[in-house]
């Protein structure tokens, strides 16, 4: 028996925190306890979320699979859903179906030292795998965490950055714009791709992740090369409009790569092999 | 069956029909109740898919109303409504959207016993027209049925 | 044809244009549109009968527009289009040339842009027999039947802006119909989205349209979308005595007149 | 099962029509100002005989360009929400379509298949029973022969009709179980065959390229510029999309009404801006050319690619329905004789 793969699970907003202007995250449990003995996840993936009445909108789950009977969630007001989702309160029923696309492989990293770079509202897909990975934290060596936001207020998880902080076993490096910071702000200025270059972690035996705006990114890999990653070491996510989630709808494709299915999580070396149109 | 009881949208201007509504309420004088009031700045503002808006979601009948010409509070507001009322009315007895449902009207602040007319005919109006079901079926229909070809 | 080509040529040659716009033989009896670039490419230009396709579409066209200078072969209709386009501040003497074709099929340059709208206004904007022939029937029916006529008219449209793309007047970057906060008109193709899309459409080109055709050519399912703003034209004209694209001065929905007349407002 | 063949008299198709609609709701080619759009009939009279192309293709029996996926009820802290159900979707009959719709399915079929299955589409393919008939008759549009098409070609259909000679009788070619059952319903209308040979009957329709060649030269062609020249007429609609058989891309949209609302899928289209447009502004395909390589990429590279199956038909629509004549086979052969 076949069943509608558009059905989304209906989901409560348990929380809703308030990170940056017009950035939110939810934290969403399982209206039917079935739906949430049988959810499954892994870093990396993404779904679907809808507001009902309004539409669909597709972005990562920010929660870490090892923390169970809840997923969360991350957005930015843009658009006519998240406007609709950041409308919602404690309380209200959402629409979730996933997860869909690949993984970030924690599994193969094992031993290995992990460098996290993320940028402005790109630190929820990677707060997955951050989390996902301290969780797990004697699987891994060294974890640097590089941080920006062009201000300090546009910075998310201020909490959890400050727990970061505290724990002797995360290094953790936030920068904000120059001209972004507060008069308190004790941490660096400057752009990621600077700061990076600045702090120059080692590339022995470390993955580099990457997340955040197209300018960001582009700047960034050269400094990593230029610090001995390779290719196949750095890992980013994509995205693209999307309507299904997995492989029907036509629109996320970048040549014969559906981001959906194949991505989202790319190594440098395969993004090499994309043509332009992402 | 109960009584049909007509839903009126009316897009009114804050500087004439609005006021002149309010005193409508403040000199005492009775209306129907059947009217629900969306005020603009201006007469030139109400865009005329908010028209077709107030059909979809199920409105019976719509008032548009503002203040008398040359009354305008930004000088030629109601002008400008006036030419793009006229031909969109034109447009809508085109495609068969009932006008006689769309009563259009001058208001101004001082005219409270006008805009109690003005309500009180349209409502007597729609009553004899019934509800507008014509539109409502078409506006239902993404709703009520799958479409298939 | 021989002397568009000859001329289509020189201004290739002296780099007068970088481009020049015109018809071509297409696949089948069709013509289309082609982008000459290279001077021994003007002997794929023609003009004939079939040419009825509004290229002034394409001078909105970023990718047509970054070329450089256009010369465009240019009908009546398109004429018209050019100049309310020109009024809209989307084409102008520095980037684009006429290369005018008269009702006779003779070539007629044009100096400036002026020059082509006293040309035009020579001519009346005038809605042909069997168009109005279909308008009076129209206006014959009663509300109802005028309802359904067009609800059933409109039913097979499946969204496919054709007819928005093959419009002129058409060029903006995100259209209200693509607009989705909020969303005034349904994305789906069904009775409401159609009739709603379909009358944003109308108003919009309320005296802008130059009754081109342009839209119902391009209608695969050749819906008579094109009757909605026939009508508005015979309105323009009853109510404000009709209109003609201009480069400068008072445009039809822009301004008004004190002694503006209607009938219906209380 | 193998093929079985009757033969049917030409006054016997009515009869079968009307035998058809007692309990099947019937899709058959009707025309409207002109047009030839599939569309539900119990009229046979309504029903065009003489056409090399419907100007639509028959892919709205399964695909409808809008058709819910589920229903809700909505109040402020409570939601009801229940899937479309499979069930209310009537047997259908698609008749009168050319082997290249049919042929069409299998596209449809691959795209809605791709791993995770698609309940609906396969819930209408199921209660749709194929009736198709064999061309007579092309045009310079059309190019089947060259996709792996011929227009006698039975795959996709579970009846298919030849017309033996201008004003004949018909051969029947019993293809499917589902074919099988409609003999069933009308076992005297379907009479035993003559031996004839319908190939002489067919359309001949003259192969134009060679897919292959043009798939691999595509791997390399991505970068050309031969595609935005190509494109530098096209307008930017979604005409060839909306009328192709094997066009599948659809949006997803809420619609609601008071607390009622369903979520849709409906059809959208590469060629239309916003279709990749992200809500930050940037879009991946943000010229023409992009849009239209990305169709022809799509049907002649990826597909093939990724679900081993090309996605064209040669049914020629495209190129028909198209306002400025983008002619996807003119394009197709100039690929293939490009040298790289």
Known sequence: MMENIYMPYLMRIEKVTYEAPGVKTFMLKFINEDDQNNFNFKAGQFGEYSVYGVGESTFCIASSPTRKGYIECTFRQTGKVTNALAGCEEGNIVGFRGPYGNIFPLDEWKGKSLLFIAGGIALPPMRCVIWNALDLRENFKDVTIIYGARSVSDLVYKQELQDWEKRRDVKLITTVDPGGESPDWKGEIGFVPTIVEKVAPSSENTIAIVCGPPVMIKFTFPVLAKLGFKDENIYTTLENRMKCGFGKCGRCNVGKVYICKDGPVFTLAQLKQLPDEY | MAEFEPKIVAFVCNWCTYAGADLTGTSRIKYASNVRIIRFPCTGRIDYMLLLKAFDEGADGIIVSGCHPNDCHYTSGNFHARRRWIMFRELCDFVGIDINRVLFSWVSAAEGAKWADVVNTTVTKIRELGPYTEYQEVAKYPVREVTNG | MDELRKRAKELLESKKVSVVIGYEEGTGDRIRALFVEKPEDVSRLIFDSRCVLNLATYITKHEVKAKGKMAITATIPVMRSIVQLAYEFQVSDKNLLVLGITPESNLMEFKDLLEVETYIHKFEIEINASYREKLDKLAAMTQAERWRFWIDELAPCFKCYACRAACPMCYCHRCTVDFNQPQWIPVPSHELGNLEWHIMRAVHLIGRCIDCDACANACPLAIPINLLNKRLLEDAKKHFGGYQPILKGDHLMSTFKPDDKENFIR | ?340
């Not at chain 4, 929400?81 to 069409?104: H, Q, S, T, Y």
């Not at chain 4, 010229?287 to 990826?302: A, G, L």
């Open chain 4, 1 to 340: 099962m193998s093929i079985d063949k009757r033969l049917i008299r030409k006054e016997s198709l009515e009869k079968l029509f009307d035998i058809l609609k007692q309990n099947k709701t019937i899709f058959a080619p009707v025309s409207k100002n002109g047009k030839i759009s599939f569309k539900i009939t119990d009229s046979f009279s309504s029903v065009e005989k003489e056409y090399i192309q419907t100007t639509q293709s028959s892919k709205e029996s399964a695909f409808p360009r809008t058709e819910k996926i589920l229903d809700f009820i909505k109040s402020k802290n409570s939601l009801d929400a229940k899937p479309f159900n499979v069930l209310e979707i009537p047997e259908v009959v698609l008749w009168g379509i050319r082997p290249c719709d049919a042929m069409g399915v299998g596209e449809l079929n691959s795209i809605f298949n791709w791993d995770s299955k698609d309940e609906i589409y396969n819930s209408r393919l199921a209660k749709t029973t194929v009736i198709g008939f064999s061309c007579a008759k092309s045009d310079e549009s059309c190019f089947c022969t060259s996709v792996g098409g011929n227009p006698g070609n039975t795959e996709g259909s579970d009846i298919l009709f030849t017309r033996l000679g201008d004003g004949g009788d018909y051969l029947a070619e019993i293809i499917t179980e589902k074919g099988a059952g409609i003999v069933a319903l009308a076992p005297d209308i379907f009479q035993k065959p003559d031996n004839q040979d319908k190939n002489k009957y067919l359309a001949e329709v003259p192969v134009k390229f060679d897919r292959e060649t043009i798939r691999k030269k595509l791997d390399r062609f991505f970068e050309s510029e031969d595609w935005v020249e190509r494109s530098l007429k096209c307008i930017g609609c979604g005409a060839c999309a909306y009328v192709c058989p094997t066009c599948a891309c659809f949006d997803i949209q809420d619609e609601s009404h008071g607390k009622y609302g369903s979520r849709v899928r409906c059809w959208d289209s590469c060629g239309l801006s916003q279709f990749t447009l992200h809500t930050s502004g940037h879009n991946p395909r943000e010229v023409q050319s992009q849009r239209w390589r990305q169709r022809i990429m799509h049907k002649f590279s990826y597909m093939p690619e990724r679900l081993s199956i090309y996605g064209c038909t040669g049914c020629g629509r495209c190129s028909r329905a198209c306002p400025v004549d983008m002619n996807i086979l003119e394009h197709l052969i100039s690929i293939q004789e490009v040298t790289l």
